[in-house]
């Protein structure tokens, strides 16, 4: 892949939420423990939670390439009751504290507020707590920081995220069947969202 070469760049918070993007990308292969490549980019992971360390990846990537479009993929708790596991959203509005941020969300798959915290929302409460603040759907530790840096470096980012955790329920790895065998059966639609 030459600087020039208009590529999408996919970064995944954690390990397990690139190989599940992995397994669908066309022609995709690791090149080491933490990328791999794929017929029209590069995935990445920072292998840790927060916007530290995903700037981190950010960074590194743009100093090596340059990317038409840059995608966040990974996993979210849901806030709101009727999400179930393994429901893909393309996030378009961002909250943090008292910050809001908003990005275009392609229209391949449903759009949906998301919550970004410092420390995970483990409890029903916390949850119920985040969701009737913010009205948002989905609560996750990376994408506000995510969408400030794309509105800030004026470059193209959209932010992916499959439910991992219902509001009822915790947060477990392996990631539920159902995330892989949703991702499976929304491979096009996915594919269309980040190429």
């Known amino acids: 892949m030459s600087p020039t070469d208009p590529q999408t760049l996919i970064l995944a918070p954690f390990k397990a939420e690139a190989r599940l ?32 360390p995903l700037f981190a990846l950010l960074d590194r990537e743009l100093t090596q390439a340059s990317y038409r479009r840059i995608i966040l993929f990974g996993a979210a708790g849901a806030l709101a009751p ?44 916390d949850r119920a707590q985040l969701a009737a603040k913010y009205d948002a759907s989905l609560v996750d530790m990376e994408s506000f920081f995510f969408a400030e840096a794309m509105q800030g470096r004026e470059l193209n980012g959209a932010v992916i995220r499959f439910v991992s955790d219902t509001a009822e329920q915790v947060f477990v790895l392996p990631f539920p ?19």
Not at 27 to 43: H, P, V
Not at 181 to 188: D, E
Request: proline share 7%.
């Open 21 to 52: 993007l992995a397994a669908i990308l066309p022609d995709c292969r690791q090149s080491d423990a933490a990328s791999w490549f794929f017929k029209g980019g590069r995935l990445v992971t920072a292998n840790a939670a927060g916007g530290d």
């Open 82 to 125: 009727e999400l179930q596991v393994g429901q893909l959203f393309c996030c378009n509005r961002f909250f943090y504290a008292c910050r809001q941020l908003e990005l275009p969300a392609p229209a391949d798959l449903p759009p949906a507020a998301v919550v970004t915290v410092d420390q995970p929302a483990i409890t029903r409460d």
């Open 177 to 195: 069947p159902a995330v892989s065998r949703n991702i499976s059966q929304a491979r096009s639609l996915i594919l269309k969202a980040l190429l």
